[in-house]
C-alpha cells in the first residue's frame, strides 16, 4: 500500500478541518517544514491541498508549493482551486507532478477532459469527494445530485486511471474510513487506482484497508495529532 501524507494550506499554514467546516479548523504550522519531516521519514509522495483556492475558486498558494517542490523530491499531487488552463499550467510551472480536479469535473466536464488528452491520466487525478453517497464541489460547500458510482462510473469511460476518494462526513474525526465503500469502488473499477481519503485515526484503518486491497491511502489529522508516527509508516514505503 502506499502511504501519501496529506498538506491542507489555509494563509500559508499547515491545517485541517473537520468535516470540510472551514469553521472547525486546526493549525499545525509551516507546510515546509512538515514536508521535510516527511521527506526524513521516507516519504515519497505528497498530497497538497490549497485550501484557499478550493474556496476562492483559483490558484492562491503556489508559492508554498513551488518551496516544498525545489526543497524536496516528494511527488507532489495537488488540487484545490484548479479551475482554469491557468491554474493548472501554475500548478504543474510550480513542481507539481500530477493535479487533482474535483469541482471541474462537475462544472466543467469538457476542460477537464480536455486536460486528460493533453496531459495524461498519469498525471491528472479525478477528485471524487462524497458525502451521502453524493459528489460535493467547490471546497466541499456545494452537495450535487450526482452518485458516487455513477460519477466514477462515467470518468473511467472518458479516460481516468486514478482517483482520490474523500468521505467528507469521516474526513478529520479520526473515526475510521469508508472501507465498504471502498471496497465497492474496487469491485466495480478494478482497473481504477483508488486512493482512500477520510477518517484515518490509527495503524489499524491502514492495516485493514491494505487486506481490503485499497492500493493507497490519504493521511492527515492522525500523523498532525500523533494518532500515527512517521516511523511507523516507513515500512509501508518499502
Not at 513542481?95 to 496531459?119: C, H, N, Q, R
Not at 477528485?127 to 460519477?151: H, Q
Not at 473511467?156 to 465498504?180: A, E, F, N
Not at 492527515?220 to 516507513?234: D, H, M, N, S, V
Request: hydrophobic share 40%; net charge negative.
Amino acid at each position: 500500500m502506499e502511504i501519501v501524507p496529506a498538506i491542507d494550506i489555509i494563509g500559508g499554514k499547515c491545517v485541517r478541518l473537520t468535516e470540510g467546516d472551514y469553521s472547525r479548523k486546526s493549525e499545525y504550522g509551516d507546510p515546509l517544514d512538515m514536508a521535510l519531516r516527511f521527506v526524513d521519514h521516507g516519504m515519497r509522495r505528497l498530497h497538497l491541498v490549497d485550501l484557499d483556492g478550493a474556496r476562492e475558486g483559483r490558484v492562491i498558494n503556489y508559492r508554498i508549493l513551488e518551496q516544498i517542490a525545489v526543497k524536496t523530491d516528494l511527488v507532489i499531487d495537488a488540487g484545490g482551486g484548479i479551475k482554469s488552463h491557468n491554474d493548472l499550467h501554475i500548478v504543474f510551472n510550480s513542481g507539481a507532478k500530477m493535479a487533482t480536479g474535483g469541482s471541474i469535473a462537475v462544472k466543467d466536464p469538457e476542460l477537464f477532459v480536455s486536460w486528460l488528452e493533453e496531459y495524461g491520466a498519469d498525471r491528472i487525478i479525478l477528485g471524487s469527494d462524497f458525502k451521502d453517497g453524493n459528489i460535493a464541489v467547490s471546497g466541499w460547500k456545494e452537495e450535487t445530485t450526482l452518485g458516487l458510482m455513477d460519477f466514477l462510473a462515467d470518468w473511467t469511460k472518458k479516460g481516468i486511471t486514478q482517483t482520490i476518494c474523500t468521505d467528507i462526513s469521516k474526513d478529520g474525526v479520526l473515526k475510521g474510513p469508508s472501507v465498504s465503500t471502498y471496497k465497492e469502488i474496487r469491485q466495480q473499477f478494478p482497473g481504477l487506482k483508488l486512493v482512500a481519503s477520510g477518517g484515518v485515526s490509527g495503524l489499524d484503518d491502514i492495516y485493514t484497508l491494505e487486506e481490503a486491497d485499497i492500493p493507497a491511502v490519504i493521511i492527515g489529522k492522525a500523523i498532525y495529532e500523533g494518532r500515527i508516527e512517521l516511523e511507523e509508516l516507513q515500512k509501508f514505503n518499502y
